[in-house]
């Protein structure tokens, strides 16, 4: 079907519904039922009709403005591709009357999220993005949003009494158990020691990262609890002296296996160590495919990386806000991507086909 020259008749016979069923839905008059409403929007979205429904939505002169809340992208790779994501999404709203205005707090500073988040709220936009990384330091301003009728959407880190509108990222203690799975088929039997590695991160108040050390730690309570030793490391910044000595003392034990890394920046810089220090012989687990963790991946130094793909979390929380403003369509309460594993031979693949 040619969707350029698609008729209402068209619409109403994939949707299931009366011609004037669709008529309401696109003009935006008289009462639809949920039901009818749903089908009319999936289709509406299945034939990308939807540009030419939101002109009509927003008549005129309307326009929305979204905050973005996020960590700084010049401090870390993967606050980069979510950037990019944001930045995306603006891209294809714009000419319907979207903006997105991004807000960048330091990464490593919940002071600054405070006050970054102050003046996002302040600025009563008429939708939020955020990644929540600081748990204790979220939880108040999720209440202002709701008290001011703001809605906003999570993306990377789920918080559930947050009561987003919508949540988009990975099941992060599935992620942890992934982790895990292949870490134990990577042993060939062999028990000893693994040990699950941060790096400079607040373990306290970060519950993305407590949750994948948890799925991590349960796996092997439920599969083999006494093969492996579970070591947790909370390691300073890498510029701290303690970072190294921690780590030497910990690949200098012959009973060490393998390492499962919790973010996507400190891969790279565990896997730079284990270089410099000729232990590649230890298996490698860490997160996303940034431009570091493919050189060190290609170079055979990590085994496998799981692929979060920030830049479609962000892009697609910008979508479900937009969604729900214009079309007043409810976002799915949780869409999680999937748990992509890369490794060296398949990862060519992932690189050519552009999705990270």
Do not use: C
Request: proline share 5%; no cysteine.
């Amino acid at each position: 079907m040619n969707t350029k020259n698609i008729r209402i008749k068209d619409i109403a016979q994939l949707a299931g519904v009366s011609v004037g069923t669709v008529d309401r839905v696109l003009h935006n008059r008289g009462r639809v039922s949920e039901d009818a409403l749903k089908k009319v929007l999936s289709v509406l979205d299945q034939i990308d009709y939807k540009p030419n429904l939101i002109a009509r939505t927003l008549g005129a002169n309307k326009t929305y403005r979204i905050a973005a809340l996020v960590p700084n992208p010049d401090q870390d790779p993967y606050w980069a591709s979510s950037k990019s994501g944001i930045s995306q999404a603006e891209a294809e709203w714009l000419r319907y009357g979207v903006t997105v205005q991004p807000f960048f707090f330091n990464l490593y500073d919940k002071n600054t999220f405070t006050e970054v988040a102050r003046r996002v709220t302040d600025s009563e936009p008429d939708g939020i993005l955020v990644a929540p990384i600081f748990y204790h330091e979220t939880l108040p301003f999720f209440e202002e949003f709701r008290e001011r009728g703001i809605p906003y959407v999570l993306f990377n880190t789920n918080i559930h009494e947050g009561q987003p509108l919508s949540f988009i990222g990975q099941d992060l203690y599935q992620s942890g158990r992934l982790g895990a799975e292949l870490m134990h088929l990577s042993q060939n039997g062999q028990a000893g020691i693994l040990a699950v590695l941060h790096v400079n991160e607040d373990l306290g108040n970060s519950v993305h990262l407590a949750e994948k050390e948890k799925g991590f730690r349960e796996y092997f309570d439920d599969k083999n609890p006494n093969a492996f030793e579970i070591r947790t490391l909370n390691l300073t910044s890498p510029n701290n002296p303690a970072f190294e000595k921690e780590l030497l003392e910990l690949i200098g034990n012959n009973k060490v296996r393998g390492l499962f890394i919790s973010t996507s920046k400190a891969t790279a810089i565990i896997a730079a160590f284990l270089e410099k220090h000729r232990r590649t012989d230890l298996k490698l687990i860490g997160y996303d495919m940034l431009e570091e963790n493919i050189f060190y991946m290609k170079k055979g130094v990590i085994d496998f990386l799981i692929n979060q793909n920030p830049k479609r979390q962000a892009f697609l929380g910008i979508n479900h806000l937009v969604g729900q403003l214009i079309l007043h369509k409810n976002p799915p309460a949780n869409e999680l991507l999937p748990l992509e594993i890369i490794s060296r031979e398949n990862l060519a693949s992932y690189l050519s086909s552009g999705i990270h």
